[in-house]
T-cell receptor, first 114, second 109 residues
């Protein structure tokens, strides 16, 4: 049972480079999310998608973009990475958006921007 | 603004009981979640409270008082594997999750 798979697990990136973090789920969940986790701060929502074909902005969307072409995949793109985007990124899913169901998280992608 | 407060770190002894508190101020309330996160791993769901009172699940229990904006997670018969961070999150009126910074729980033998 895979659940949610993220790739890469870790990446060091030069500032200004473009980077896509991949996220795939096999649970047929409608809603998917991207969070970043920084030391001393709670998880912060970057972007979300309540269903395939739709996306929305979270708390900290600037510098990031997402797409949701199908149910399973929800990639996160940094168009031009900056050092402040150094963080651990978690992809998550839930059965449907806007409900009170639990979130299932991927194992995270640790990104360092130099 | 919206705010979730929980202690940064707590220490407890193996076999003992520990209570991790969470207070919140949010725009509306549609439930409170507790997640466990071991170092370097993903958060995993522990509990969900939407009504006042205590929800018990094995060694873990979660309490909610909506009038006080307060919850706690109670861990009994502590085991070394319970060493982890415990994240409190509240779902606001827009069904967005607001997360606390987490409480790092250290279990000593």
């Amino acid at each position: 049972i895979a659940g949610i798979t993220q790739a890469p697990t870790s990446q060091i990136l030069a500032a200004g480079r473009r980077m896509t973090l991949r996220c795939t789920q096999d649970m047929r969940h409608n809603a998917m999310y991207w969070y970043r986790q920084d030391l001393g701060l709670g998880l912060r929502l970057i972007h979300y998608s309540n269903t395939a074909g739709t996306t929305g902005k979270g708390e900290v969307p600037d510098g990031y973009s997402v797409s949701r072409a199908n149910t399973d995949d929800f990639p996160l793109t940094l168009a031009s990475a900056v050092p402040s985007q150094t963080s651990v990124y978690f992809c998550a899913s839930s059965e449907s958006g806007g409900d009170t169901g639990e979130l299932f998280f991927g194992e995270g992608s640790r990104l360092t921007v130099l | 603004g919206q705010n979730i407060d929980q202690p940064t770190e707590m220490t407890a002894t193996e076999g003992a009981i520990v209570q991790i508190n969470c207070t919140y101020q949010t725009s509306g309330f549609n439930g409170l979640f507790w997640y466990q996160q071991h170092a370097g791993e993903a958060p995993t769901f522990l509990s969900y409270n939407v009504l006042d009172g205590l929800e018990e699940k094995g060694r873990f229990s979660s309490f909610l008082s909506r009038s006080k904006g307060y919850s706690y997670l109670l861990l009994k018969e502590l085991q070394m594997k319970d060493s982890a961070s415990y994240l409190c999150a509240v779902m606001d009126s827009n069904y967005q999750l607001i997360w606390g910074a987490g409480t790092k729980l250290i279990i000593k033998p």
